[in-house]
């Protein structure tokens, strides 16, 4: 079955450490998305990727970086420069008509 | 750029009433779409209902139902007879081709039993 697949669920990690947040789909899309969720908050636009090898900064960048080698892959790395990482991301792939957005079930990180 | 207004932070109501969400967004294209997602519980967000900015033919849809005014860049959505199963966020996103998807920043619905 196609979809967006997010992985770990769950990651912890050490203050001041880089952690890479997986993000696979099969569904021949183009266009790639990070959010970032607080508790009780919206979602964030950290990054986006219309296409392999190109990437813009979304509304809350810092802190954050991306690569996009494969049309599969959206790889996001939390920095030891983001302040507070702790929080929910939701990665999603938009249809090459753009006409929906799927998402992935998110990775809960927690910095501690 | 796009932004996105949910001004309603939170509702609560009782099963079997009624309960619209507003939102209100503000672009700059002349041709969009426009999109209702449901998040629950388990955080992933799911696809409720896509319109045409050039199609403002109001629809219904079982329970569901959505009001498109472009003239007031509005993108209602009401919930008649809400159920238990209905408690999530939702948002509510405008996206022109395949620039940013900028959401809202939803609203949380309660229904009670």
């Known amino acids: 079955d196609g979809g967006i697949t997010q992985s770990p669920k769950y990651l912890f990690r050490k203050e001041g450490q880089n952690v890479t947040l997986s993000c696979e789909q099969n569904l021949n899309h183009d266009a790639m998305y990070w959010y970032r969720q607080d508790p009780g908050q919206g979602l964030r636009l950290i990054y986006y990727s219309q296409i392999v090898n190109d990437f813009q900064k979304g509304d809350i960048a810092e802190g954050y970086s991306v690569s996009r080698e494969k049309k599969e892959s959206f790889p996001l790395t939390v920095t030891s420069a983001q302040k507070n990482p702790t929080a929910f991301y939701l990665c999603a792939s938009l249809t090459n008509e753009g006409t929906e957005a799927f998402f992935g079930q998110g990775t809960r990180l927690t910095v501690v | 750029a796009q932004k996105v207004t949910q001004a309603q932070t939170e509702i609560s109501v009782v099963e079997k009433e009624d309960v619209t969400l507003d939102c209100v967004y503000e672009?700059?294209?002349?041709?969009?779409?426009l999109f209702w997602y449901k998040q629950p519980p388990s955080g992933e967000l799911v696809f409720l209902i896509r319109r045409n900015s050039f199609d403002e033919q109001n629809e219904i849809s079982g329970r569901y139902s959505w009001n498109f005014q472009k003239s007031t860049s509005s993108f209602n959505f009401t919930i008649t007879a809400s159920q238990v199963v209905d408690s999530a966020v939702y948002f509510c996103a405008p996206l022109k081709g395949f620039q940013k998807l900028v959401f809202g920043t939803g609203t949380r619905l309660l229904v009670s039993p």
């Open positions: 672009t700059r294209d002349t041709t969009y779409y």
